[in-house]
């Protein structure tokens, strides 16, 4: 019995829909993961139905002791998996919990310098558009022609800027980001160093990319990326000040209640993140990212900064007679799922864009390993190779959803 399919078909029309897609076709956007069904149904669970403005056992509403209980235990475990003193487990996204950190830590107006939008960072890295552009007055660094931060050109920016908050971390790099080195640049014009690991923070839990503490001060993450737990941000800090200043800024500053259920559901995915199957996966992740890199390179592609540490793939186009928006259509044709994005030396608007960004952590979660990503690159490579020729991405969708169907989507972990 689904009481789904009995009140509402048409909405369980689109889950069908959606899980047919989402097992047939190669899902390689490199933001997005297969959470598992324990985690699914701590979202799903009656925890949905709780009010608990607050913080755990300090709530501003009664029948709050088994959302303390629950909110408590994801504390404890996002502190130990990442080795830090103070977690809010409440931002309902990577950027609302990116909004509290500069609620909690600058003024209107004060400087904040982050990563251009357009070389790899994220709109609420002080992008224009965004509130962090809007609020605040933000500057960038980017990188190089080829792909990678130069650390002494981000020194002599901050030292012109004098910004109050550095953030390092980005959407669209492939390279280990220093965070040792962007310590020292804070330190040296006295700004609070912010690191938003939001897309490798499944590596640095599995010891798999250096880790921002001990010299970050303030780190946020969403949960759903490499993390592979429910969609949802959090921010964590050795700093008790900071930590009460965070606390403050999330509620009653920008959210009201916490999404209970979804705090059930991150304390889940946090017990699978503290496994050792977890480093067994996040190894997995990095080798698969790599192979693809590899092939792709072998097959004439050019991979920006020539390879990748993480668990994605920057491709530029700009050697090419295609767009990034071209390749990301012509491979949806063919069944990969990917997304168009800017490359360093970009000649194109961001809707059209000269690249994509490929990544393996979706993959990898279903079971993937180098065998299906040395097919599935030389596929890609297939496809742009022949970008106007539909019948032969169509044949490639064929094979490609046969090679989908044997890997298992939400099950729990044996890797
Ligand atoms: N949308 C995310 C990404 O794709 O990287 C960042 O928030």
Redesign the pocket.
């Known amino acids: 019995m689904s009481f789904l399919k009995d009140f509402d078909p048409d909405i369980y029309d689109y889950c069908v829909q959606e899980l047919d897609r989402q097992t047939h076709h190669l899902e390689m ?4 993961n297969f959470t598992l069904p324990a985690v699914m149904e701590a979202m799903g669970s009656v925890f949905t139905n709780k009010y608990a403005e607050g913080y755990p056992f300090k709530r501003y509403y009664g029948g709050c002791e088994f959302a303390d209980g629950v909110e408590q235990l994801a504390i404890d475990r996002v502190c130990q998996l990442f080795g830090c003193s103070y977690a809010n487990v409440q931002p309902h ?3 609302q919990a990116n909004g509290a950190v500069y609620a909690a830590l600058l003024q209107a107006g004060d400087k904040l310098l982050g990563m251009d939008l357009s070389h790899g960072g ?3 890295h002080g992008a224009k558009p965004s509130f962090s552009g809007k609020n605040y007055h933000s500057f960038t660094y980017g990188v190089e022609l080829d792909g990678r931060i130069n650390y002494d050109k981000v020194m002599e920016i901050a030292k012109v800027v004098q910004p109050k908050i550095i953030v390092c971390g980005a ?2 790099y492939a390279r280990e980001i220093d965070f040792a080195r962007f310590r020292e640049i804070a330190d040296a014009v006295g700004a609070i160093l912010f690191a938003d690991i ?2 490798i923070a499944g590596l640095v839990a599995a010891g798999e990319h250096s880790s921002p503490f001990p010299y970050a001060d303030v780190v946020t993450s ?1 949960t759903h ?1 490499t993390l592979a737990g429910p969609r949802g941000g959090i921010i964590l800090t050795n700093n008790e000040e900071i930590a009460k200043k965070i606390n403050s800024a999330i509620f009653p500053g920008l959210q009201g209640g916490p999404l209970v259920h979804v705090i059930a559901a991150k304390a889940v995915g946090f017990k699978h993140n503290l496994s050792d199957a977890w480093k067994t996966y996040a190894k997995q992740v990095k080798a698969n990212a790599h192979v693809l890199a590899e092939v792709l390179m072998s097959r004439g592609y050019n991979v920006v900064s020539g390879g990748t540490d993480n668990h994605l793939v920057l491709l530029s186009f700009l050697d090419k007679p295609f767009s990034g928006k071209d390749a990301d259509a012509a491979l949806g044709r063919a069944g990969i799922t990917v ?1 168009k994005n800017t490359v360093p030396g970009e000649t194109r608007s961001p809707f059209v864009t000269s690249g994509i ?1 490929i990544g393996s952590p979706a993959l990898t979660s279903r079971g993937m390993k180098e065998k299906e990503f040395d097919l599935i690159a030389h596929r890609i490579a297939d496809v742009l190779d022949d970008i106007d020729n539909a019948a032969k991405h169509q044949a490639i969708k064929e094979e490609l959803a046969k090679l989908a169907e044997g890997f298992i989507l939400y099950h729990q972990p044996t890797y």
Do not use: P, Q, Y
């Open positions: 956007i490199a933001s997005e996204s990577g950027s994220h709109l609420t959407s669209a939001a897309h969403t990326k997304n960004r």
